[in-house]
């Protein structure tokens, strides 16, 4: 038995050999002539399991599941409190298996299980919460100004969506779409990444334990290029929602013109961290490896470019990179790991290579820049700093992804905030600074969706979250998911004898009324 083998065995988890889809309440039996992918736990290179892939004809047998489940208004029809009901069931469901859920997803994503048991987890449970409350007290609107007639605007379900999930915070990410989706009663096709299987499925199987109709959510298996794409290309499906990368959402996009579907994205970013020499010196160090270390730097709102003021940036620079060499990398399953593998091997090779460019265009590696092969065959790279002059270098313009981080130095505000500006991303911005002036600036001049000053990460599900440019299409957010995932409706009824044109009548004398 291996190491994982017997973690699991403790912990009584039952990861299947063969991780099948699940349609209609059930796993999908597994098919010994379908196309399998290795699952590796990316901590050892270790496999743990298969993952069948499902083809287009699977695909479209999901698809016409969630439409029939739609369509008998089990969870379409269902009243609110039903919805909400389920939904709270499920978040404590999920509180209650955070260990496993972390677990699993940790053998998946190699995520520190620590931080996913603590943060993570206990996201996507909150995630189904705040949707419960705010289908609680969502309403439709009332016009009466037009004289004899009461206009009333409602919102009906979109239909069926299909849900693209991706691999850097399956759970966190997944439940958003989830939770934004059915909220208001439709019901969908759910792709996870072929990377990251395991933690998904078990979150289905507790909201069909809290009570979500069989049929509601439906979960195809496989890459993107096959089960992704006749998922996105499917013309029964209403309403696309994709977290991934701008290149294959292009792709999406153009399965989705096809059908006229709408789509939703979140994808990459490319975002920076501006530190004016007026900040509150050891929050803005602090703030700064959490923006590109978390999450072991797989994060689209990572703060990935540094921007430090020429008076303080020797200090600064001196002080992060010792916090960087002292980061604890190593195996995700330690609860003392502060930084774990890329997820999956292919991602490992893109982030060295977008280190060994950086080298190559004239970036000063400050620390890093290497594998981390000491750790064994795990997927490690060493937390990476460079120092840049220039803006326009491959570092500072594409999305590594990964636990790599660039400091430029700037000396005017106006020039961080071009420089800020100066990418085809816009998703977030970080600012550190002790005048409201600034900061007011910063907010101004920023072209993204979300901007944090003097704080890592905090995020209000209130808000809405997305990215200007190519960081996305559309927002998170309670209104804006209803806005997406609903179908409005106006209902102009006559509350009066208003006078009708009487066509037809030989005694028309409403005649040109
Ligand atoms: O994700 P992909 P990749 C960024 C990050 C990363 C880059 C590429 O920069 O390095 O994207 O990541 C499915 N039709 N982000 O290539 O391919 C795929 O199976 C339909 C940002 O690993 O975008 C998976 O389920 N679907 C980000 C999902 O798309 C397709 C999160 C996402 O995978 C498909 C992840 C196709 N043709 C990566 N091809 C964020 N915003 O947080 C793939 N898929």
Redesign the pocket.
Known sequence: MTEIQQLLADREIILPEVITGHVGGTAVAIDPQANRHAVYFPGTGERIAFLQEDNITAVTNAVHCARNSFDNGDWSSAPTSSRQAVFRRAATLIREHAEELALMECLCAGLPASHLASRQIPRAADNLDFFADYIGVMAGETFEQLAGYQTSVTRQPAGVAAL??????PLA?ASMQIASCLAFGNTCVL????FTPVSVLKMVNLLEQAGLPPGTINVVNG???V???A??SSPDINRIA????????R??MA?AANQLTPVHF????KSANIIFDDADFDRAVDGSLVNIFSNSGQ??IAGSRILVQRSIAARFVAAFVERTQALKVGDPLDPATEVGPMAFKT?WQ?VLDHIAKAKLEGATLLCGGEPLTKLGDGYFVAPTVFQVNSNRLSLCQE???GPVVSIQIFDEDEEAFSLANDSRFGLVGYCWTNSLARSQAFRQKVDAGTLWVNTPLARDLRAPFGGFKESGIGRDGPRQAAEFFTEEKATITAIDKVPIRKMGETTNTDAGK
């Open positions: 693209f999930a991706p691999w850097n915070a990410l792709k996870p990444s072929e890459s993107g290029t089960t992704g794409a998922l996105a994709f977290t991934g990368g701008s290149s294959t959402a792709h999406v399965a979140e994808l990459g970013g994060i689209c991602h893109r999305e590594v992804f």
